[in-house]
């Protein structure tokens, strides 16, 4: 099955610096690519998702990349603030017709700290 | 506004008792997911179902059983509760493929259970 790693464990930076998060996966045929932000006592909740097709995408401050030749993914938060502290999950995925079942294998997580 | 729901949020019960947890999605998804959460493993995969009447293992099913009888529940059981089983359960749900494609997962609050 898929495996996601995900570094570092735990990233602190100064409010207003940048934050970059890495992700590998192990199964080229993922083709969807979620990241996930969990704030204390909540559910993980979608900030931004890529697919297999497209190389980056933006969203404010946060982006995300793509190289599918190399399998991996990061998340780039720019100016970063206080309220970003969180702990931020990334996942692959795949439909069924590669073997998948939709479902995301998630990495073991990155707990970011932003100190004002 | 549609919603996943869990309960209990909270739960203590013993050593080999029969605890039955809740989920509950209001989107008419198809996909439905039971993910536990342990410092330092991220989010690993219980049990998954695509409809009603479909349930399949994910990678830590051994002690968990699930059954999916309508579109909007999927309950966790855990059949004799060990502490190996203490950990915060997140139940998620997802629209489904569109075509072979993944869609974003939908989380709950999540629900803590102490095994003692």
């Known amino acids: 099955g898929e495996n996601v790693e995900q570094h570092p464990s735990t990233l602190s930076v100064q409010e207003g610096d940048s934050a970059v998060i890495k992700c590998t996966y192990s199964?080229?045929?993922?083709?969807?690519f979620p990241w996930y932000k969990q704030e204390l006592g909540k559910g993980p909740q979608l900030i931004i998702d890529i697919r297999s097709n497209v190389g980056e995408k933006k969203d404010q401050r946060i982006a995300v990349t793509l190289n599918k030749t190399a399998k991996h993914f990061s998340l780039h938060i720019t100016e970063t603030q206080p309220e970003d502290s969180a702990v931020y999950f990334c996942a692959a995925s795949m439909g069924p017709s590669s073997g998948g079942s939709y479902i995301p294998t998630f990495g073991r997580g990155t707990s970011l700290i932003v100190h004002p | 506004d549609a919603e996943i729901t869990q309960s209990p949020r909270h739960k203590i019960t013993e050593t080999g008792r029969q605890v039955t947890l809740a989920c509950h999605q209001t989107w008419n998804h198809n996909n439905m997911f039971w993910y536990r959460q342990d410092l330092g493993h991220g989010l690993r995969l219980i049990h998954y179902s695509y409809g009603v009447q479909d349930t399949n293992k994910g990678e830590v099913s051994d002690g968990y059983s699930v059954s999916r009888s309508n579109t909007e529940d999927l309950p966790l059981t855990l059949e004799s509760a060990a502490s190996s089983q203490t950990s915060v359960y997140f139940c998620?749900?997802?629209?489904?493929?569109?075509?072979?494609?993944?869609?974003?997962?939908?989380f709950g609050q999540g629900t803590r259970l102490t095994v003692v």
């Open positions: 998620a749900s997802s629209e489904g493929g569109l075509g072979d494609q993944s869609t974003e997962a939908f």
């Open positions: 199964d080229s045929a993922s083709n969807y």
